[in-house]
């Protein structure tokens, strides 16, 4: 049987539908401390003095941390580990696990109090006396760069935390130059929560000198290299181990400060010390996504081919800088800057600032969607300026089928760009439209189609590990360094493994996120985990038969060269001698039955060191429908035709473009963290605030997969995970820009929400 290819329904349902799902939360720990963070009520204050004399005698309370406290135990601050090149040097101020001095953004941890239950905590927390002596603050990056803007930090003069460029100035320029039209926009790309369905939570131990965490995440050895910093401790000193986890979306990817302080009191206290956040503390004080805005010109000759891109972009980043939050907007954002097209000359200036808000950090694509997003507005607007078909314009654009490198140094390997467009006019019934157009006007209503494409750089770290086991009993036990929080992947590596053991993928045991397994790992973010993780398992699993063939050539008194590999045994050929894995696997364990030389045992680890990006791309078409009188828009159709490459399980690819697409539309139309802009508070710190898409927001998301396989891995795989949030953002927008269109009005920024559509529509009266 080969399962590559197979939608097969995913091993881990049956345990996470029927209740049986391990997560941090569950856990039970006997003795278990539990912990509160006292957080900051203030955007921008002094902090006077922290009295916690009350909170330290209350009930039930074992230990209460300030930053006094981590600096006697030697914590130092947390790292921003993305410092990337710039015009202008990076500032990178110190970032304390607890605040020392000042707080600079509300949900800021002040302390953290640990006590026998959770309420004894929190009544604690509130025995603490803080003095605050507040301070101007600044929400917004444009403002915050402005010269009579509040100072966040005296070594970042005017709050600049960078300024990157990247591309040919002198080549864009002379593009522009010899333009016949010039085209331009200023777009914003909203300020977004992750919003994992599992908050985060840890449980922290100390025994023997060592610290074991395990906590909700995305990945465990970045996390471990990030705490050894923290401690000024090696590696070896910490323990890091994942269970089940509910979500990620690139937030769990990262080092949080109450993980830290769940160590220190855990040693401290010599007892487990448990830390759950509440559904406030997600919005106030993990990390944010997106805020940025952008100014986008596009240069074309009197043909409509595009001749040169050139962005200025301003990236809040907050009031700290959060681990990889740098990357996105610059390294990140370049690599898919132009998406499809094959545009000459790109330029790109970015200008990173300060803000008294959450630090932003990889969500979903980290910085792709920013730049498609970019583009593919533009295009529309270029369309509509000369008079031009969307698709027409794109279609003598895009990037040829064979491969190409961009104008931003990005070798993209090939792909079926064009032909994607024919197969979404088809699929989503382009020749239609025009009917359901009027359709809808005779009910009064504003019917628009928009047209998108995207361009998708998957990779993320380069290099990834994995291993290989046989055990005695005929099972395979796989483990991979990426890791999953609701991918599928139990059945997805399985899948692969099997295919090339000749084994059912019933009978491999899928392991993850766990130091203990593997001696590296890069985890998950930017879409790799096949890509990079699935290279690595197939070098492994291809170690492991090299080794059990040597075996397999001992017990069968033969040459390797004369032994053939199929369905989970190795035969003489041409004889009926044969041995399978299960009896390679029992030899193993017994030293008198190998080759001379030969360790006993059947296990390997490998590591795929490629650093090669795959390019997933696609093109979508939504048709978005806004009544009249009241401005809300509401999402009639969606059809995406999606390139991931080979598919190895084409019903769990579909379900990632899903999801991914969900958390777009949310984006256009739905989502957006806003604050107070005088005070800094927080105006969506909850759901009851901050609008996600429901059931009934969603139309069917019709999702046809036309595959081409890239050479960058021997599955042949493009990333998938990121794709749909990539991609929806701008065709749900062009959708709503090409229904205003009809009247005279224009699109409002994201996200298009029904009051401002109404004033977009009164504007135009």
């Not at 010599?270 to 952008?294: C, K, M």
């Not at 369309?383 to 698709?391: K, M």
């Not at 042949?716 to 749900?732: D, E, F, L, M, N």
Request: with cysteine; aromatic share 6%; hydrophobic share 45%.
């Amino acid at each position: 049987m080969t399962y590559t290819g197979r939608s097969i329904r995913r091993f881990e349902d049956a345990r996470l539908l029927t209740g049986r799902g391990r997560f941090v939360a569950d856990l039970d720990i006997p003795g278990a401390l539990h912990a509160v963070t006292l957080r900051s009520p203030h955007a921008h204050a002094e902090i006077r003095s922290i009295d916690t004399a009350a909170a330290r005698a209350a009930p039930g309370v074992a230990l209460v941390l300030t930053a006094a406290d981590l600096a006697a135990e030697g914590i130092g601050p947390l790292p921003c580990t993305s410092v990337v090149a710039s015009v202008t040097p990076m500032v990178v101020p110190r970032r304390p696990v607890l605040a020392e001095a000042r707080v600079r953004h509300v949900g800021q941890p002040v302390a953290f109090v640990v006590a026998e239950t959770e309420a004894a905590a929190r009544d604690a927390a509130e025995l603490i006396a803080v003095e605050y002596a507040p301070l101007p603050a600044v929400v917004d990056a444009a403002e915050a760069l402005a010269p009579d803007a509040p100072q966040i930090w005296p070594e970042a003069p005017g709050n600049l935390v960078f300024r990157f460029e990247k591309g040919d100035r002198a080549a864009t320029d002379a593009a522009f130059a010899r333009a016949a039209h010039v085209v331009s926009l200023d777009l914003y790309n909203n300020r977004v929560h992750a919003l994992p369905i599992e908050p985060r939570a840890c449980v922290a131990r100390f025994a023997d000198g060592r610290f074991d965490l395990v906590f909700t995440g995305m990945g465990v050895h970045g996390v471990r290299r990030q705490l050894a910093t923290v401690f000024g401790l090696p590696e070896s000193a910490f323990h890091l181990s994942c269970p089940d986890v509910g979500g990620g979306f690139g937030l769990k990817n990262l080092l949080f400060p109450d993980y830290v302080c769940a160590l220190v009191a855990a040693r401290r206290s010599g007892r487990p010390v448990r830390w759950v956040a509440e559904a406030s503390e997600e919005f106030a004080a993990a990390v944010h996504g997106r805020d940025l805005r952008g100014h986008a010109r596009l240069a074309l000759d009197a043909e409509g081919r595009f001749l040169g891109l050139d962005v200025e972009t301003v990236a809040d980043m907050g009031a700290y800088l959060s681990a990889v939050g740098p990357h996105c907007p610059t390294n990140a954002f370049s690599t898919a800057m132009g998406g499809v097209y094959a545009i000459p000359a790109m330029h790109l200036t970015v200008r990173g600032a300060f803000t008294n808000s959450v630090p932003i950090d990889a969500y979903r694509g980290a910085g792709k969607p920013e730049a498609n997003y970019l583009i593919e507005r533009l295009v529309d607007a270029a369309a509509r300026a000369a008079g031009r078909d969307p698709v027409a314009l794109r279609e003598v654009n895009m990037l040829p089928n064979a491969p190409h490198v961009t104008a931003m140094g990005m070798k993209v390997d090939g792909g079926r760009f064009a032909e994607n467009l024919a197969v979404l006019a088809r699929a989503s019934d382009a020749a239609g439209f025009a009917r359901r157009r009027a359709e809808a006007a005779a009910r009064g209503a504003l019917l628009g189609r928009g047209v998108a494409c995207f361009l998708e750089t998957a990779r993320g770290a380069p290099g990834e590990w994995a291993s290989a086991r046989l055990d005695a009993d005929g099972t395979a036990t796989i483990a991979v360094g990426t890791h999953s929080n609701g991918q599928g992947h139990e059945t997805a590596f399985p899948q692969v493994a099997a295919d090339r053991l000749g084994i059912p993928a019933e009978r491999i045991v899928f392991r993850q996120a766990d130091t203990g397994l593997l001696s590296n790992g890069h985890g998950h973010g930017g879409a790799r985990s096949l890509h990079m993780g699935g290279h690595a398992l197939v070098l492994a699993v291809d170690a492991l038969l090299a080794k059990a063939r040597r075996i397999a050539a001992h017990l069968l008194q033969a040459s390797e060269d004369s032994l053939d590999f199929a369905d989970g045994r190795f035969a003489v050929r041409g004889t009926d001698r044969f041995v399978d894995l299960a009896a390679i696997a029992r030899a193993a364990a017994d030293p008198a039955s190998l080759p001379e030389g030969m360790e006993p045992g059947l296990s390997v680890e490998a590591h795929n060191a490629g650093d090669l990006v795959t390019f997933p791309n696609g093109c979508h078409a939504a048709e978005v429908e806004i009544d009249r009188e009241t401005g809300v828009a509401t999402l009639r159709r969606y059809v995406a035709v999606d390139d991931y490459g080979r598919l190895v399980n084409p019903m769990l690819t579909a379900g990632q473009v899903q999801g991914g697409l969900a958390q777009g539309i949310g984006q256009a139309l739905l989502e957006e963290i806003v604050h107070d802009p005088e005070s800094g508070q927080l105006l969506t710190g909850s759901l009851m605030d901050y609008a996600v898409p429901r059931a009934d927001d969603l139309p069917d998301l019709e999702v046809l997969l036309e595959g081409t396989p890239t050479a960058a891995n021997p599955l042949g795989v493009k990333g998938v995970g990121q794709a749909g949030a990539i991609a929806a953002p701008q065709v749900v927008m062009n959708a709503v820009a090409d229904a205003l269109s009809q009247i005279g009005a224009t699109a409002p920024d994201m996200p298009a929400t029904p009051e401002k559509l109404w004033r977009a529509i009164s504007a135009a009266r």
